[in-house]
């Protein structure tokens, strides 16, 4: 695709010759040599003020909704944010091959990213880029969707209502799958039966061709069940009648491995993924009966199963200092995954320590919510270490195994004088608190 194309697809006005170009960009940060630099127009932000970075740094060609004096090819359109939706929506049209969308409080980029794995042998998957599941993220996944791909695994996030349905009208996915619900988000969605609502806009299919995958283990099983017009719905959990049901699962922490059971068509199979954790069988069950649908061998799930390059601070385990064991979990945490975490420890052999930063977006209930999971983090470990406002403002037990900080580095001191070859250390917190810095700093 060239720009004049892309001008008549974005009703744009191309400035300038009609060139090629090797991709798209939205930052003038990160930007490779030949790309097209799109200028998005935020509340705080205006994409125009760095083209002239953009163009240093080799870009192409850029995307404007103004007149600028960069000396190279330019498109011209009245809003940048309609010209990637209209570009997204021109490629998933003419796509011919499977788009898959992805929803959930947790899991989705996991999940992403093992769907990603058992399909992609001839590299012939596209994906969502990182994280970005939004409403700027997933139209500009999809502005590189073609049809040299067999396969698409686009992931989608929401913070407020609606979102889902309005990414779901872009993505228009022949699959779509839930991953879980459970407390996130709450300063736009009040709780959890608001959560599962939104959500639950992904099983609106545009045709009635529509494969659906739920977890059987949610309380929302049956509401999901019976909204969609899927054409066939699938399930994935613990329960016995999931289509795709886990059992015996074991982590084995040395070796970063999970192991379980899956039973399926009849079936049974001994599993095992790359990455610790029950919630990773989970994810890897739903991927499973995803790429079995989509008619990928036996042999080759199997392989890439084991082989998952799954994103880094999702428990990923690190020798730390004199010869402990860390579990970086710091990329985000809310009540789900922190339960999810504090899970994976419980098998594990070894004086056991959690470093715990707040969970945001919690809503009124964040005090309470954060009371809870003390007392279940209690349960689960021999000494908690915590750090934030929240933590410091409600009433928790005065006892030996717990301890509150008031920075990172208080944290980091405390650990090297406590830490010893016995010890599992599980890291985690919100983004925004920042526990990576502890984790990065424990790292062998």
Known sequence: MDLNQLAQISKGRLIGESINFEGFSIDSRTIGPGELYISLLGKNFDGHEFLAEAKGKGASAAVVSQSTQIDFPQILVDDTFDFMRSVAAYNRNEFKGKVIGITGTNGKTSTKQIIFSLLNKYNNCHRTLGNMNNQIGVPFSLLSLQNNYQYSVIEMGTSEPGEIEILTRQVNPDIAAITNVSIGHLEGLTDTDSIALEKGNILDFQTNNGIAFLPKDSNFYQLWKHRT??????????????????????????????????????????????????????????????????????????????????????????????????????????????????????????????????????????????????????DKTDKILLLGDVWSSIDLDETDSLIIFDNHDEIYDYLVSVLDHNTILLVKGSRSTRMDLIADKLKN
């Not at 993924?273 to 994810?283: C, E, M, T, V, W």
């Open 229 to 378: 017009n899927a054409k066939e719905v699938l399930s994935f959990g613990f329960d016995k009648e999931s289509d795709f049901r886990i059992k015996g699962i074991k982590s084995d922490l040395e070796n970063n491995l999970t192991s379980f059971n899956l039973y399926f068509d009849g079936s049974k199979e001994e599993l095992l993924i790359n990455g610790i954790g029950l919630h990773n069988a989970l994810n890897a069950a739903l991927s499973f009966g995803v790429a079995f649908h989509c008619g990928i061998g036996l042999s080759q799930i199997k392989e890439n199963l084991k082989a998952v390059d799954l994103p880094q601070r999702r428990l990923s385990v690190f020798k730390s200092i004199s010869d402990s064991i860390l579990i970086d979990d710091s990329y985000n945490s809310n009540p789900a995954s922190l339960k999810n975490a504090l899970d994976s420890l419980e098998e594990m052999k070894g004086k056991k320590i959690c470093v715990l930063g707040e969970m945001k977006e919690l809503g009124e209930g964040s005090a309470e919510i954060h009371k809870e999971m003390y007392h279940y983090a209690k």
